[in-house]
């Protein structure tokens, strides 16, 4: 039952905090200060570099884990953000808007054109999905 409320938890609470974490400034920002929505994986060492310090900071913030930017779990969730994007991008027909019910920031849903949100939504869920975070 731990586990299923866990899950539940973790879908919302990363549904309710990603999108409008990045639509503040990033000096505002609690989840996502080092990086923007247009960093996409694979498109430049700089951009691998910024998606790889954020999940370090994902990871410190929410899990109180403070790993080297090189740690297996890093590169794990890279993977994870990396696969979510680059599914996307092979599928036909994706809207390039954020979810309807995750996505809206005053009532509008969100330019998502990358795939990006909904991949860093994917982060954040896992993360919250560990067994750190919960019993520790």
């Known amino acids: 039952a731990m586990g299923a409320i866990q899950r539940i938890m973790a879908n919302d609470v990363s549904c309710l905090h990603v999108t409008p974490d990045f639509a503040l400034e990033p000096a505002k920002r609690r989840l996502f200060p080092q990086v923007e929505k247009n960093v996409v994986p694979?498109?430049?060492?700089?951009?691998?570099?910024?998606?790889r310090k954020?999940?370090?900071?994902?990871?410190?913030h929410l899990l109180d884990r403070?790993?080297?930017?090189?740690?297996?779990?890093?590169?794990?969730?890279?993977?994870?953000?990396?696969g979510v994007v680059a599914e996307a991008k092979k599928r036909k027909g994706i809207d390039k808007r954020?979810?309807?019910f995750c996505?809206?920031?005053?009532?509008?849903?969100?330019?998502?054109?990358?795939?990006t949100l909904r991949a860093w939504r994917?982060?954040?869920?896992?993360?919250?999905?560990?067994?750190?975070?919960?019993?520790?």
Do not use: N
């Open 42 to 51: 694979g498109t430049s060492p700089a951009a691998d570099l910024k998606i």
């Open 98 to 100: 954020d979810t309807y």
């Open 122 to 136: 994917a982060v954040v869920t896992y993360l919250l999905r560990q067994q750190e975070f919960l019993y520790e």
């Open 103 to 115: 996505g809206r920031i005053a009532g509008k849903r969100v330019d998502d054109q990358h795939y």
């Open 54 to 60: 954020t999940i370090v900071h994902l990871r410190g």
């Open 66 to 82: 403070h790993e080297p930017i090189d740690h297996p779990e890093v590169e794990r969730t890279f993977k994870l953000f990396a």
